[in-house]
């Protein structure tokens, strides 16, 4: 069965509820990338306080909030790339629920108690996590050619890079992502990190896999079908074999490996629907921020995607239920397959 995480999920909006659980990093309403002035003008506390001054609450304004925040993500309990100084309901939310992990009342208010909690449990933040102008890790690994081509589309677009789209992680690519990052008021840095590709996808459009690539991804592997398969278009995919399938009349189109779920997550088996897709998704219901690039989604959260842990660790892992691809280029193209309303199959 599903955890109960995901069948509560179902219980709500669902449209909604994914956009609001999982998050991207463009849709209105979602947190805004700071301005440049905003980013300089951020206060930051004078010293990292072992005893607290006061209780931390809702709606108050503290330098030491930001802190709070800071720590709180290093912790994974607040999925936010950007520190304030408001205490929010993002926040007392995230305070709750490390309340009720580390047998704390949950009152929502940071009180020493919990201070010296959190502080064994994180980390003194940095000047530049403080600031908002820190290097994050890159939002999808350099390693994919894929994702380096659409990089480098996306920074000639925005005026910063000349040269070809060949997916080389190159000189002229890193000063473009220098270039860029300075053009956007954020430190100078070859890395593009989460809060540097939110702004450059927020001012270019995503190619289109035609002007990247070719042809289609190279398929030399093989999947034994299910029946369910045989017919129309569907997406097939096989716990058992760890493998996933395009198929059209059933013939396989594409094939690839796949992960599924860890120990304790479950990857559920039927016959399912295409209910919603968004090639920019942020998962954020554990507590941290994780790219889902061409999230397809079958299952209220439970989603076909592109997944850096699977292309860097394997099978050393796994996900907390979605179907997931180690290849940027494979997952592209297979987002520009589909449609709402197409079958997805999973079986053992």
């Given at each position: 069965?599903?955890?109960?995480?995901?069948?509560?999920?179902?219980?709500?909006?669902?449209?909604?509820?994914?956009?609001?659980?999982?998050?991207?990093?463009?849709?209105?309403?979602?947190?805004?990338?700071?301005?440049t002035?905003?980013i300089?003008?951020?206060?930051?506390?004078?010293?990292?306080?072992?005893?607290?001054?006061?209780?931390?609450?809702?709606?108050?304004?503290?330098?030491?909030?930001?802190?709070?925040?800071?720590?709180?993500?290093?912790?994974?309990?607040?999925?936010?790339?950007?520190?304030?100084?408001?205490?929010?309901?993002q926040?007392?939310?995230?305070?709750?629920?490390?309340?009720?992990?580390?047998?704390?009342?949950?009152?929502?208010?940071?009180?020493?108690?919990?201070?010296?909690?959190?502080?064994?449990?994180?980390?003194?933040?940095?000047?530049?996590?403080?600031?908002?102008?820190?290097?994050?890790?890159?939002?999808?690994?350099?390693?994919?050619?894929?994702y380096?081509?659409?990089?480098?589309?996306?920074?000639?677009?925005?005026?910063?890079?000349?040269?070809?789209?060949?997916?080389?992680?190159?000189?002229?690519?890193?000063?473009?992502?220098?270039?860029?990052?300075?053009k956007?008021?954020?430190?100078?840095?070859?890395?593009?990190?989460?809060?540097?590709?939110?702004?450059?996808?927020?001012?270019?459009?995503?190619?289109?896999?035609?002007?990247?690539?070719?042809?289609?991804?190279a398929?030399?592997?093989?999947?034994?079908?299910?029946?369910?398969?045989?017919?129309?278009?569907?997406?097939?995919?096989?716990?058992?074999?760890?493998?996933?399938?395009?198929?059209?009349?059933?013939?396989?189109?594409?094939?690839?490996?796949?992960?599924?779920?860890?120990?304790?997550?479950?990857?559920?088996?039927?016959?399912?629907?295409?209910?919603y897709m968004?090639?920019?998704?942020?998962?954020?219901?554990?507590?941290?921020?994780?790219?889902?690039?061409?999230?397809?989604?079958?299952?209220?959260?439970?989603?076909?995607?592109?997944?850096?842990?699977?292309?860097?660790?394997?099978?050393?892992?796994?996900?907390?239920?979605?179907?997931?691809?180690?290849?940027?280029?494979?997952?592209?193209?297979?987002?520009?397959?589909?449609?709402?309303?197409?079958?997805?199959?999973?079986?053992?």
């Amino acid at each position: 069965m599903i955890r109960r995480r995901f069948a509560s999920f179902l219980n709500t909006g669902i449209v909604a509820g994914v956009l609001a659980t999982l998050g991207t990093v463009l849709p209105a309403g979602s947190t805004a990338a700071p301005t440049t002035a905003a980013i300089h003008a951020a206060p930051s506390p004078s010293a990292h306080l072992a005893v607290l001054q006061h209780p931390l609450r809702y709606k108050m304004e503290s330098p030491q909030v930001r802190e709070l925040q800071i720590r709180l993500r290093h912790a994974k309990y607040l999925a936010a790339y950007d520190a304030n100084d408001r205490f929010g309901q993002q926040t007392r939310a995230a305070v709750e629920k490390f309340q009720r992990d580390h047998d704390l009342k949950p009152t929502g208010v940071v009180d020493q108690k919990t201070w010296d909690v959190l502080l064994a449990k994180s980390r003194a933040p940095t000047a530049a996590e403080l600031d908002n102008t820190d290097v994050g890790a890159w939002f999808t690994s350099p390693t994919q050619a894929g994702y380096v081509m659409e990089l480098q589309h996306r920074l000639k677009q925005a005026g910063a890079y000349q040269g070809p789209i060949n997916g080389a992680l190159d000189h002229p690519t890193q000063a473009a992502i220098a270039a860029y990052r300075r053009k956007v008021g954020l430190p100078a840095s070859d890395v593009m990190d989460e809060r540097t590709w939110a702004r450059l996808i927020g001012e270019t459009r995503s190619p289109r896999y035609a002007q990247l690539f070719d042809a289609p991804p190279a398929s030399t592997l093989t999947q034994a079908l299910d029946t369910r398969c045989l017919t129309g278009k569907v997406v097939c995919i096989s716990k058992r074999q760890k493998k996933m399938s395009y198929v059209v009349n059933g013939q396989a189109q594409l094939t690839r490996a796949a992960r599924f779920s860890r120990p304790g997550y479950d990857s559920p088996v039927g016959e399912f629907r295409i209910w919603y897709m968004n090639q920019d998704t942020i998962s954020k219901i554990f507590g941290e921020r994780t790219p889902m690039p061409y999230a397809i989604f079958y299952l209220g959260n439970v989603a076909i995607h592109y997944s850096d842990d699977f292309a860097r660790t394997g099978y050393a892992s796994g996900s907390h239920g979605c179907s997931q691809l180690n290849d940027y280029q494979s997952a592209k193209w297979l987002y520009e397959q589909v449609k709402v309303g197409d079958r997805v199959v999973v079986y053992d």
